[in-house]
Structures are given as structure tokens and as C-alpha cells.
């Protein structure tokens, strides 16, 4: 009976360390992610080419034209863009693969092809 005990209480603590192991890897995942990602988004400071972007980025997986469209994706996926920015720029999007993965938003000038503004959010 006592042996019985002994080896079900290693059991479910090996099962409990596991399990702190997975929450530890998938919090230092996240943390990297996040870091990556606003690392990235600092290198498109106002005024970069947009081909910059599509270098280091890739090619975009949709691209937003009408700022009407452009607002309304933006409250979609729970960010924010000023209204002068969404009328004058088109919308950018890339995919950071995560986990977890996040859009990177990059708004650029009509006219100029210059980045505007950047930013991500969650997907």
C-alpha cells in the first residue's frame, strides 16, 4: 500500500513538473515574439521606403486602400489608428509567425510609398 502511494505521488509530481515546464516554454515564447516583433516595428520609423518593409517583412498578406475599410479592420482586431492616418495611407498587413501570432501594421503614404506610421496587435 505504501509502495502503491510512493509511486503515484512521483507520478503526479513528474505530471505537475511537466506541466510548470509547458506554461515556462510557452511564456518564454510569447516574451520573444513580443520582443521580436516591437524590435521589427522599430525599424520602420516614419519615413522608410515601403520596400524596406517588404524586405525585411515580406510580402504582405492584404493590402487596405479605402480608409473606410482601412478604420474598419483597425477596430476589428482591437487597435487603434488616428483618422488623418487612415485617410491619407494605405494599409499594410503582415503576419508575424508566434506563437502567439500578431499582425504588423504598417500604414504608408499614398503618394510617397513612405512608411507613416507602424504598429502590431494580436490576431
Known amino acids: 500500500m505504501k509502495r502503491l502511494a510512493k509511486i503515484l505521488g512521483g507520478l503526479v509530481l513528474v505530471v505537475a513538473l511537466c506541466i510548470v515546464g509547458l506554461i515556462a ?5 510569447s516574451h520573444r ?5 516591437v524590435a521589427v516595428v522599430a525599424q520602420l520609423s516614419p ?3 515601403y520596400s524596406a518593409a517588404v524586405h525585411l517583412l515580406g510580402q504582405p498578406t492584404q493590402t ?3 480608409s ?3 478604420v474598419s ?3 476589428n482586431v482591437g487597435s487603434r489608428i488616428d483618422a488623418q492616418v487612415a485617410t491619407n495611407s494605405l494599409l499594410h498587413t503582415f503576419v508575424h509567425q508566434g ?7 504598417v500604414y504608408t503614404d499614398r503618394n510617397s510609398q513612405r512608411v507613416v506610421y507602424a504598429d502590431w496587435c494580436f490576431m
Open 25 to 29: 516554454l510557452v511564456e518564454f515564447q
Open 33 to 37: 515574439s513580443q520582443r521580436q516583433v
Open 47 to 49: 519615413g522608410t521606403p
Open 64 to 66: 487596405l486602400t479605402n
Open 68 to 70: 473606410e475599410d482601412i
Open 73 to 75: 479592420w483597425v477596430a
Open 99 to 105: 506563437p502567439p501570432f500578431r499582425y504588423i501594421l
